[in-house]
């Protein structure tokens, strides 16, 4: 008996060791550890928790705004990454134009993610130093520009008002599967919405529809009306609007001269980083994207990239994330590095 009561009372002496130890050991809050899970179906609510807890974890080094709202009152987030002043060089990077390319959600969302842990880190990616990078330049991103079209191809008709479900059924043909789903959720298809040659835009449905609309004017829709207003207000050296698929870089918008110079050396050295293939369209490609007024209104680089191996007519499977993360880790880094320099020579021209 009295060998029993001490074997007890051991194993209760030591139970309460071990549990000391789990309630008292530090808890981890490491800037080193990974905020972002890209290997999911990355929700809206997701992406907004996400952003609020990398704000929390690196301080100083990333912030957001929320720069407009979506047709349906959805916020629309902006985040920095980076130490330079507001009015210095930076690039804008973005994703999910079209609402079923959100894996340039998650592509975005991880780029904040890593290149924050590799700052903190003084770590490099793909030879480049991010510290360097981000102490001299911003990387400014909107990582989903549509976040209701986003929602309705992911969630289905559950996530809008039941008073607006027969207008999504007629504006997708009359079907209740969202799948192919591109455009906002009031029908208008974004990336055709910008003041580019907008009069022109080939191929344009006269209705709201899941794709291909082009609005009732230039900048109707209140998303594309964030972004021109955001970008107004930035000023970046060179945007970088992520789409899907096919690992392709549109560039080109009737530049010519020095700026076609330029650009085109700009989207070559992408290309090589990627291994895309850039596009060459004829002289009068069909406008109303993102670049293409990015490019017309500043005489300033944009470069559409368009990751994974086209799907058809849907949203990219989660196995192509891990080669868009390895063909495109660098280049952000690339373009501000070039942000950098072109922003420089503005004002050494100047001096």
Partial sequence: MKLKFNLTHSLKFLSIILL????????????????????????????????????????????????????????????????VKPGGPSVFINGS????????????MYMIDQYAQAYQENGTIDGYNVK??????????????????????QSGLDAFPESVHDDLIRMNDGSTDFTRWKSNAKGVDLNRNYNA??????????EPSWAFHKGVAPHSASEVRAVVNFTKSIMPEIAVPYHSAG??????????????????????????????????????????GMTDWFISKYQRPGLTMEI???????????????PSWEENKAVPLYAAEESYQLYEAKFSTNK
Avoid at 99 to 107: G, I, V
Avoid at 197 to 206: E, G, L, M, Y
Avoid at 308 to 322: A, T, V
């Fill in 308 to 322: 994974g191996n086209y799907p058809g007519q849907r949203h990219l499977p989660i196995s192509e994330f891990d």
């Fill in 132 to 153: 360097e990078v981000l102490d001299k330049t911003t990387m400014w991103f909107v990582p989903m520009v549509n976040p209701d079209g986003v929602t309705l191809q």
């Fill in 247 to 288: 690992k392709v870089i549109y560039w080109y918008f009737k530049q010519s001269g020095g700026q076609y110079d330029r650009d085109h050396r700009i989207a070559k050295e992408v290309g090589s980083i990627t291994g895309y293939e850039l596009v060459y369209p004829g002289p009068n490609p069909s406008g109303g």
């Fill in 20 to 83: 000391g130890s789990l309630v008292f050991w530090p808890t981890s809050t490491n800037a080193h550890e990974s905020v972002v899970d890209p290997y999911q179906t990355y929700t809206y609510s997701e992406m907004v928790r996400d952003i609020k807890l990398l704000a929390e974890r690196h301080p100083g080094l990333i912030n957001y705004k929320v720069i407009g709202k979506s047709e349906y009152g959805r916020d629309i987030y902006a985040v920095s990454v980076g130490k």
């Fill in 197 to 206: 040659d907008w009069k022109n835009i080939q191929d344009n449905r006269s």
């Fill in 97 to 108: 134009h079209h609402a079923r390319e959100w894996l340039t959600t998650n592509l975005n």
